[in-house]
């Protein structure tokens, strides 16, 4: 006589472990492993707080019951934003902890150092925070997808603005930190201003190991530049709007949008010496009075408390790291019990008209095979000596 209970359970251990099979390492019933890399020390280890922002919300995540019924086992490493250190960890993450997938890392230097060791392995890396537009090019690039604006995207915003308000002749100084990341913004100027860039753009570099940029300031005030763009680490861009102040150089000064933090740059900065200065932000800002009562950031207050207390929310390192949080798990759902890689990086090159809570109204995420950049939208905004006034519409890099 059959035993139907015996065969159904044989049955149900055999397709469970089929469905197991076709999916990545890391993945079982209960749990899914996945790494990132982030700077929590060395030079810029103050963005470091973005990855403790996904942790924090991860945590959450999986005190509610993990996606799916699987807690995420997210496995967090420091590269001290040094390539040769990013090679190790990455190594380790896909080799000894057997991740399914990479999310997150950080940094344009530690991704081109391990983006064909990943694709070697056909590992995913997904939502990198890095801005290089080269990593958004689907053929170069097919096991990555970005999360951060691209400098490209970003410098034309900032440079055609620049080029709208001021005279036709002003000089405009960029100071830019000398690799990929920087010059991706210097790159988008050339392409704005064309053959005025040497005639309009007084620019020059500076090295992370550089203990000041001061010098730079003085010399920009000396050609008369009319404004200043900071393509830089907000170490840095508070150094450069605190020097203009001291001596006595008052130009229109734009930082990007990776320095635009109010506790990371405006605040080392001094606040009144920040006044006026222009960022791009897809956010809304924690620290602004008029979200204060906004569920959204009332949810995020509430969950870095408990998860991440005494973090100051002012940093928005650790407000990209749990929004980063909510796109792991909108990623996840969608993948639902397909987690093999190849789903994954489908999905994620299938966010439509998603809308993350604390995103700036009107700001939606759209991917698909063409598109590997998570957010192609930014708002303008001014520091006006105790919070950030946006101003204008929602642009893009080919808004006029």
Known sequence: MLNWAGL??????????????????????TE??????????????????????????????????????????????????????????????VESDEIAFLFSQLGTPSTAATAKYLAARKVPSIAILSGANAFAQFRDFPYITTALPSFDTEGRIYAKYLKKVLPPNAKIAVLYQNDDFGKGYLAAFKTVFGDDFSRRIVSSSYELSEPTIESHIVNYKSAQAEALFIAGTGKFAAQAIRRSKEIGWKPLTIINFPSGSTAGTIVPAGVDNAIGVVTGTFSKDPTDPKWANDPDILNYRAIMAKYLPGADIGDTGYLIGYRQGMLLEQLLRQCADDLSRENILKQAR????????????????NTNETNSKTWTQLQLQ????????LFGEVLDGSSD
């Open 350 to 365: 299938n966010f439509k008209d998603l809308v993350l809570p604390t995103a700036l109204p009107g700001i939606k995420i």
């Open 32 to 93: 899914i492993k996945v790494g990132g890399t982030f700077p929590f020390s060395g030079p810029v280890s103050s963005v470091g707080t973005t990855g403790k922002g996904l942790l924090a919300y991860v945590s959450y995540l999986n005190d509610k019951g993990g996606v799916g019924g699987r807690k995420i086992n997210y496995i967090a490493l420091d590269d001290a934003y040094s390539p040769p250190k990013a090679v190790e960890q990455i190594r380790r993450l």
């Open 8 to 29: 159904v359970a044989v049955t149900s251990a055999l397709w469970a472990s089929l469905a197991f099979a076709e999916n990545a390492p890391g993945v079982t019933a």
């Open 382 to 389: 001014r520091w006006t000596g105790s919070t950030w006034e």
